[in-house]
DNA sequence: ATCTCTTCGTGGAACGTTACACGAGGGCCG
DNA sequence: CGGCCCTCGTGTAACGTTCCACGAAGAGAT
């Protein structure tokens, strides 16, 4: 299982010499193409096994397939993202396959671009684009380089395929689940929009929309109140400061991110306000904060990980090409309500 | 800037033939070797910038240097992991090195062997090992084979630098601050010991003999107490329970983690208990999560963005061979007081 | 003018793998 | 028994880059 002794790293000819084969043998068995008999994929096997050789996966690459798929990253902070990364990693875990993440610090434009070349230019087989900030445009020139998936927008293209969630639904649970409590003044936190992306169906957008129609929905139009102060604990601080220091303070805020919601909790907590009892809460993506006792926050629950593992089985499909024509899978939200939603107070 | 029109990537020959030179000058230029007039280089240049060229990683990882480095996660959920990401992005930023993470969904062993195994076949140029669980022999063996810096644990070798922080240090500073606040009893939550990883320097194993001897400089060596149920939120919590059940509950718990810490906020939530009134609380690595307004917890700053940019620094100095000599850096923690600690209640 | 240095450009052989074309042998059918 | 098709193993030419050895040309010293 080790390399014998010699400092080398074991390559495919010694292998074949050590089998006593020729080097197409080895690779043959190595891709278990057509053509090799029994006795010799033991032989070659064994000689494998006895030299621990693995293969080099930069000279395969040199070839074609390095076995590496890459997973873009917006930000390695979000704990959403962490749940569609378990996703993937089970659906490769029985494959040849090794995941590799690119996370630049930032969400710049500019290092994503970065980062996706990185992907490119290493020969990455396949390419997860996790709600990306680079134009759609280069999006698909990359797409037609190598396989691509992209989660998040509801922008479809023949290009590349698309995970998304059903987001108008997720948003209608939290409204219903809030009129039935008796409120009527929700505010909705929501992401500014980012100029000359192309992405016309980012998630906030999706969000924003069903927010207003769930709104009417109630006869409710007139409430509907939208704040674009940013999904991050910041921005959710300063929008619900906007709010709740204004003439109409609402009742209940909903959060277009969990990570904004702690940020209502920050602002909350300076006005002396009680959530739930003065002020209910909502957030979306139900990540692992939003569990979290002193939190327990009402949130809506994205399943991730199921998310993780279509796109992993769809790029899969599209490397292969067991499958040519693009595709959108389309998942269903679910509330979870935990302490953050009461009742209004009493007026 | 685009590849002109033809649908294959150029390549350094087409590079070469447009200029009207050899490939071995352009590939001189490229490393910005010795022996290349002005002239040439501007030619080159042009030419590059013209084709829209970019090397391919692939082919000169044939030739030894892919300029791709390795980071190996235990948890993508564990926010102080990102802050040290922060740091090698920020190290890396101005090089030519792309930074990739591995992150098995679990720390198994196997997994994080196997993640490894895909770092080294794809002939990556350094790895940093971020509180690996592989036995020390295999990072021993690994780093043989290829630079290596291993953060967190604090066993150093010949083979490998090490990045770690004073946690003597930092549990000197929760203790005399708890100490400070009137406290006598006072807990530790800690991780159970993997049996047979040869890391005989955890951070852990630090943590609980600052603990005792911190107890002891104080003369409450009779007074500390030690569970052993986990860093995770449900170690947390059960930690929690049998120490807040037991007959002599005590006043105050030190965290070895945050996120145990923030089991503790549930198991004292389930028994009425109030954080800080009834029970003071503290915690480690001041994660984001310590910082949300719900939660406040008074941890311990381990820096990790400069622990991060260390790592990175000292890899690339092993990579470029500046350094041929292992090497253990250490930083300094220090405490950040917030809402979670207070003076025992009135016995 | 001749010799020696330096500087700068070129040729070409690797690196480890894949995939195509080919050929040797065996079985089956007419 | 000749011809044909299968099966299974081999030889070899790429793939894109690096880097060593070499040579040409010019500068400076004698």
Redesign the interface.
């Known amino acids: 299982m080790r390399p014998a002794s010699s400092s080398k790293?074991a390559t495919i000819t010694d292998v074949a010499h050590s089998a006593g084969v020729s080097t197409s043998a080895v690779s043959k068995v190595l891709r278990n193409a057509y053509g090799v008999s029994p006795a010799m994929r033991e032989r070659v096997q064994t000689a494998m096994d006895e030299l621990g050789y693995?293969?080099?996966?930069?000279?395969?690459?040199?070839r074609g397939r390095?076995y590496?798929i890459?997973v873009l990253l917006a930000s390695?902070?979000n704990?959403f993202?962490?749940d569609l990364?378990?996703g993937v990693?089970?659906a490769l875990r029985d494959t040849e396959y090794?995941?590799?993440?690119?996370?630049?610090?930032s969400s710049e434009r500019e290092d994503q671009t970065?980062?996706i070349?990185?992907m490119v230019?290493?020969?990455m087989d396949g390419l997860i684009l996790i709600a990306p900030t680079v134009s759609r445009s280069e999006v698909v020139h990359i797409a037609a380089?190598v396989p691509t998936v992209v989660v998040g927008h509801h922008d479809p293209s023949p290009a590349y395929d698309c995970v998304v969630n059903q987001d108008g639904v997720g948003v209608d649970l939290v409204v219903d689940h809030l009129v039935a409590l008796g409120h009527r003044d929700m505010a909705h936190l929501s992401h500014p929009t980012v100029r000359g992306t192309q992405w016309e169906q980012r998630p906030e957008h999706h969000v924003r929309a069903a927010y207003r129609a769930a709104m009417a929905r109630h006869g409710l139009a007139d409430l509907a109140r939208v704040v674009h102060s940013g999904y991050s604990?910041e921005g959710g601080y300063r929008g619900a400061m906007e709010l709740l220091t204004s003439t109409r303070p609402p009742t209940a805020i909903f959060a277009g991110a969990d990570v904004a919601a702690?940020?209502v909790?920050?602002a909350?907590?300076e006005l002396g306000l009680r959530i739930p009892d003065d002020l209910s809460l909502a957030g979306y993506n139900n990540t692992?904060?939003a569990a979290?006792?002193?939190?327990?926050l009402t949130s809506v629950d994205q399943a991730g990980a199921m998310m993780g593992e279509t796109a992993a089985r769809l790029l899969l499909e599209r490397i292969e090409k067991r499958r040519d024509r693009a595709v959108v899978m389309a998942s269903t939200p679910h509330l979870v309500v935990r302490g953050s939603t009461a009742p209004p107070p009493a007026a």
Chains 1, 2 share one sequence.
Not at 99 to 105: A, D, P
Not at 292 to 296: D, E, I, S
């Open positions: 790293r693995r293969p080099h996966a930069a000279a395969r690459g040199m390095t590496t890459g390695i902070r704990a993202y962490a990364l378990d990693n089970a090794a995941l590799f993440l690119g996370s630049g610090g970065r980062l070349h990185a230019d290493r020969q380089e604990d702690t940020g909790f920050r909350a907590a692992s904060v979290l006792a002193p939190v327990n």
